[in-house]
Nanobody, 126 residues
Framework: QVQLVESGGGLVQAGGSLRLSCAASGRTFSNYVLGWFRQAPGKEREFVAGISRDSSRTYYTDSVKGRFTISRDNAKNMVYLQMNSLKPEDTAVYYC???????????????????WGQGTQVTVSS
């Protein structure tokens, strides 16, 4: 089992940057595919980015490609989401999540992830 705690959210102007961090507990952190999701008010939670166990593969939803970068440090039990060129439509609560089933394949679906953090708010003003 793994526990996840996000940090790094906040208020930023359009065009700005934020770096989200997610700290994980547990000795088997490297056994999980990790993902970032977000949920805006009145909308369903959606996949943003994912990274394989060994960082060999990443996957992004189309709306963030070229602007967001996911990375992980298995030695530190950390996963990050660097967000650049932020837009008002990026405003949401951002969650990190862990998938214990897959290793290389990144599944962009909420139901594929077993563990979730509590979320961190990102607000982008226009």
């Amino acid at each position: 089992q793994v526990q996840l705690v996000e940090s790094g959210g906040g208020l930023v102007q359009a065009g700005g940057s934020l770096r989200l961090s997610c700290a994980a507990s547990g000795r088997t952190f490297s056994n999980y595919v990790l993902g970032w999701f977000r949920q805006a008010p009145g909308k369903e939670r959606e996949f943003v980015a994912g990274i394989s166990r060994d960082s060999s593969r990443t996957y992004y939803t189309d709306s963030v490609k070229g602007r967001f970068t996911i990375s992980r440090d298995n030695a530190k039990n950390m996963v990050y989401l660097q967000m650049n060129s932020l837009k008002p439509e990026d405003t949401a609560v951002y969650y990190c999540a862990a998938d214990r089933t897959h290793s290389i394949i990144i599944v962009p679906r909420v139901g594929s992830y077993d563990y979730w953090g509590q979320g961190t708010q990102v607000t982008v003003s226009s």
